[in-house]
């Protein structure tokens, strides 16, 4: 996108919000760099040059503008429907991997050498891993200062900064203001509030529409007691962090998700960020989505009465993994059921304050000493669930936001009791195919025969080639035409 500078040009005079995270605006006169959207005055076309992303625009020279806060708008699109190892890189670098475990670990993750992952995402994205990590920190560097009162030195380490010196001059450098001016501009724009102690509460912007029904109504319908609930109009659920969990309220709001974080180490605050981001899908392009599933003239009907719908995923992909196979062939309510009991039994506590979570979701390794006997299921689901935790917990099935998409799926399909149906709704849930697709739910043959669309599997697939690579969407579409509780926001 950002080669094109005729459509560029155009998306910046139009100021398209659409396109905010697609590429960023640097302004030669300026130093300045800007989203789209940016509500100044565009400057003049011969001014202006366009790079792929934040961190190349900070890595060329130009710091962040304060009225537009480019560093703050959604991701771009591109890493959400891609599954090549540039894409993966980004995912994992969002995740928190180089700052945990440096370029070599991201390299590994990913199964090509250094050299090879620095040139590749420089060619894409004008920055190396480096530099897209820094450009993070920088960022949530500067939430930390805007809506905590931690002193600065926390700050500094909590973003992920080496020294105080580093995270001063980045600072200066990124924003163009000293820390501390930062946290006085940000008082000074800020209605008197009663802060709670120890949360921290922020926007979580996306492109617009977002159609929160399906989404947080399945979240909601699905949650895990103890571990998920609805409410006071939120949704809440708890966080299991490299070091240490959380708690987080997500509640619609008409321009942006309101966030509110408990962690018990400030230090995963951008790693909740995104695994929330991730979680509801705030980086998708519902335009472009919904532009293509319109073709379809017995799909365009649903996605005009309710456009922006998302694929609710996962904060966790073996979490949801384990989930799957306890809800093969039995309802909502029975999963849940079985899902609380495993949490009740291995998931460690937590405390709760403002409701009633009280457990962390077992991770693979708590599980891998199961006693399949102690499981209400039937015997072949317990083999099924205690192939699957053994391979998570010893590394054999890695699900993470690295995962290559193909192989994930070729080495589920290889366990006792995956069958398409499972493989694909983990891939489309937990992985974040955009793609993935499910011709044999029985709720999506439902709609499709309620629509007038083929309702057996094989012709369901044939006519869905149409929609591709969306097809995950579509399916949101089709299962939302079903009165379901997973359809609606709760009461």
Request: hydrophobic letters at 45%; one cysteine or more; a positive charge.
């Amino acid at each position: 996108m950002h080669t094109d500078t005729e459509r560029c040009v155009r998306a910046v005079r139009s100021k398209d919000a659409r396109f905010d995270g697609w590429f960023f605006t640097a302004v030669l006169t300026t130093r300045i760099y800007c989203r789209p959207s940016c509500p100044v005055v565009p400057p003049k076309a011969e001014n202006m040059v366009f790079y792929p992303s934040a961190a190349a625009c900070q890595q060329a020279g130009f710091r962040a503008c304060k009225r537009c806060r480019p560093d703050t708008s959604p991701g771009s699109p591109e890493w959400n429907a891609r599954a090549d190892a540039v894409a993966r890189a980004v995912r994992l670098i969002q995740d928190g991997v180089v700052d945990r475990e440096g370029v070599p670990g991201l390299a590994a993750r990913l199964g090509y050498s250094t050299r090879q992952v620095e040139r590749q995402l420089l060619a894409e994205l004008g920055a190396g891993p480096l530099a897209l990590a820094r450009a993070q920190r920088a960022q949530t560097a500067r939430l930390l200062i805007e809506t905590t009162p931690l002193p600065m030195a926390e700050v500094a380490f909590a973003a992920g900064f080496s020294s105080i010196r580093t995270f001063n001059d980045t600072v200066r450098e990124v924003f163009a203001l000293a820390p501390g001016e930062l946290r006085a501009r940000a008082a000074r724009g800020r209605v008197a509030a009663t802060p709670t102690p120890g949360v921290i509460a922020l926007r979580l912007p996306y492109r617009a529409p977002l159609e929160p029904g399906n989404l947080f109504g399945h979240l909601a319908a699905t949650g895990v007691p103890g571990v998920e609930e609805w409410r006071d109009g939120a949704y809440r659920r708890t966080l299991s962090l490299p070091y240490g969990h959380g708690i987080v309220s997500l509640a619609p709001r008409p321009d942006h998700i309101a966030c509110r974080l408990s962690l018990t180490d400030p230090r995963d605050l951008t790693i909740a960020i995104s695994r929330c981001r991730w979680m509801l899908d705030l980086d998708a392009d519902p335009v472009a989505v919904d532009d293509q599933l319109r073709d379809d003239p017995l799909l365009a009907p649903l996605v005009g009465k309710a456009p922006g719908r998302r694929v609710p995923r996962t904060v966790d992909a073996a979490e949801f993994a384990v989930r799957a196979v306890l809800g093969q062939q039995v309802s909502t309510a029975a999963a849940r059921t079985h899902a609380g009991r495993l949490v009740r039994a291995h998931g460690m506590p937590v405390e709760d304050p403002e409701g009633g979570l009280t457990h962390l979701f077992p991770a693979p390794e708590a599980l891998a000493s199961l006693d399949p006997e102690a499981l209400a299921l039937p015997r072949s689901r317990r083999t099924t669930l205690t192939t699957l935790v053994a391979a998570l917990a010893d590394g054999t099935l890695k699900l993470d936001p690295g995962s290559d998409w193909d192989k994930a799926r070729a080495q589920l399909a290889g366990l006792p009791g995956f069958g398409p149906w499972t493989v694909e709704v983990i891939a489309m849930r937990a992985l974040g195919d955009p793609d993935a697709f499910l011709p044999t739910d029985l709720g999506m043959r439902r709609a499709a025969a309620a629509l007038g669309l083929p309702s057996t599997p094989a012709a369901l697939t044939g006519r869905a080639a149409a929609w591709r690579p969306w097809r995950a969407y579509a399916v949101q579409y089709l299962w939302a035409s079903d009165d379901h509780p997973i359809n609606h926001l709760p009461a």
